[in-house]
């Protein structure tokens, strides 16, 4: 059973930065997917970034150049580095992890879910 703690969230003005982690307990697949998911009042949630467990990252379109996704294997850490923040990027950002067989990340089924942590940007 993978469990995930995020943390890191808070409120920002908008142009600023914000770098949110997530702490998994180990996981012991050797071939598997991390990502961020985000979820803003009264929306659907959306897929941030994923990264695989051989480091290859996939961005929303939308988010590209703006957001960084990396993992921290020796610290079982997952980041998610926010630079230029917008008020629309306001949400709870939520962590998420799953085995996979084909390392293909982006749409993958997640099974293991964290808590969430709040992000509020500031115009």
Do not use: H
Request: proline content about 2%; charged content about 20%.
């Amino acid at each position: 059973q993978v469990q995930l703690v995020e943390s890191g969230g808070g409120s920002v003005q908008a142009g600023g930065s914000l770098r949110i982690s997530c702490a998994a307990s180990s996981i012991t697949y050797t071939r598997y997917c991390m990502g961020w998911f985000r979820q803003a009042p009264g929306k659907g949630r959306e897929e941030v970034a994923t990264i695989s467990s051989d480091g290859s990252a996939d961005y929303a379109a939308s988010l590209k150049g703006r957001f960084t996704i990396a993992k921290d294997n020796a610290k079982n850490t997952l980041y998610l580095q926010m630079n230029r923040l917008k008020p629309e990027d306001t949400a709870m950002y939520y962590c998420a992890a799953t085995r996979t067989r084909s390392g293909y990340c982006w749409y993958a089924n997640y099974d293991y879910w964290g808590q969430g942590t709040q992000v509020t940007v500031s115009s």
